[in-house]
Every structure is written in C-alpha cells, then in structure tokens.
C-alpha cells in the first residue's frame, strides 16, 4: 500500500520514516515526496577492457569513477547519451520497526526531456539510511543542466507486511558517498 500525503506527514512526525533536512510542505505531492539533487557528480572512466560485474562495486568504483566537470554555479551538464551516477541531497532512513519501504522514481518534466534519473534497482529497502545514489541518463536530443537542489525525483513510501527480522545489510548502508559508505 503506498502512502497519501496525510500518511507520509504522520511517518515524518513520528520519525518512522526520517528525511534530513525535513521536506517542505511543497515537496510532499498526494502520494510522493519530491527529493533534490545533491552536489556530487561521477561518471564512469571508459576502461580499456569489458568490466567483471563480480568484483566488488567499491574496487570498481574506485578505480574507474571519476569527477564530472562542475559549471561555476556548481550545475553539470549531461550530454545526450550520456550517463552519470548523483547522490539526493537527502538522507533518507526507513528504520526497521517502522515497517516502511520506498520506491525512488524520477519526474515526468524531467523525463519528456529525455533524462532517466533512476534507471535501475528503485528499491530502497526496510532499514536503509543514507542518501540515494542516482543513476542518471540522458536518452534525449538536449544537452540538460542539472544544478544541485533541483527537485529531481520522487520517493514512494510503501508499506511493508510485518516487520524484517534482520538489519538491511548492503554495501550500500549509511552511504554519503556516489560509490558508497
């Protein structure tokens, strides 16, 4: 079941669901809430041989992500057929107990410019706390700015049937970082 906007202020209120810095008023639609672009950008260096999908995310982001270019007001332009990996400038957390889960999903405006911003795996699991990696590509004709704070995607908070008996574990957990923890 997912949650109306009265249900995802009372999960707000009563910290079953925690976002920080708390959401406004203006992001909370009648079933989502609107998450901004955080300002860390990365995108995969083109490496000279197929990539082993079986070693570790860390020991493949850390040899082959680099920094994408910032403009001088800390936007990023993404290119068409382009891809590149951002964070939510939220944290987000869905504490075990609170029987909660989400969704990540981009927005239709950004979407009919041709810009996938979660492309895959839009699952935030029971128990997850840190900020949402993004993975972002643009399929469009249109070189797109996307500068931090901009509303980028939206949160869809569902609710769980009974609650996980284990802590979420992924390499993933407490990220603050585009590569991980």
């Given amino acids: 079941m997912i949650l109306c906007d009265s249900?995802?202020?009372?999960?707000?209120?009563?910290?079953q669901l925690i976002i920080e810095p708390m959401p406004t008023e203006d992001c909370?639609?009648?079933s989502s809430i609107d998450l901004t672009l955080g300002d860390e950008f990365k995108r995969w260096n083109t490496p000279p041989s197929p990539v082993n999908?079986?070693?570790?995310?860390?020991?493949?982001?850390?040899?082959?992500?680099?920094?994408?270019?910032?403009?001088s007001d800390g936007s990023v332009s993404v290119n068409p057929s382009s891809f590149l990996l951002a964070l939510t400038a939220e944290t987000v957390s869905l504490p075990n107990r609170s029987r909660l889960a989400a969704r990540v999903e981009g927005r239709s405006s950004l979407a009919r410019l041709g810009l996938g911003i979660h492309v895959n795996a839009p699952t935030i699991h029971a128990g997850f706390r840190g900020r949402i990696t993004?993975?972002?590509?643009?399929?469009?004709?249109?070189?797109?700015?996307?500068?931090?704070?901009?509303?980028?995607?939206q949160l869809i908070v569902e609710q769980v049937f009974g609650t996980p008996v284990r802590e979420f574990?992924?390499?993933?957990q407490g990220q603050r970082t585009v590569s991980g923890s």
Avoid: M, W
């Fill in 53 to 71: 999908p079986t070693k570790s995310y860390r020991e493949l982001a850390a040899q082959s992500q680099v920094d994408v270019p910032v403009n």
């Fill in 134 to 153: 993004l993975e972002i590509t643009n399929v469009g004709p249109l070189t797109i700015l996307l500068k931090p704070g901009l509303k980028v995607c």
């Fill in 169 to 172: 574990q992924s390499v993933f």
């Fill in 28 to 30: 909370i639609s009648t």
């Fill in 7 to 15: 249900e995802l202020k009372a999960a707000l209120f009563h910290r």
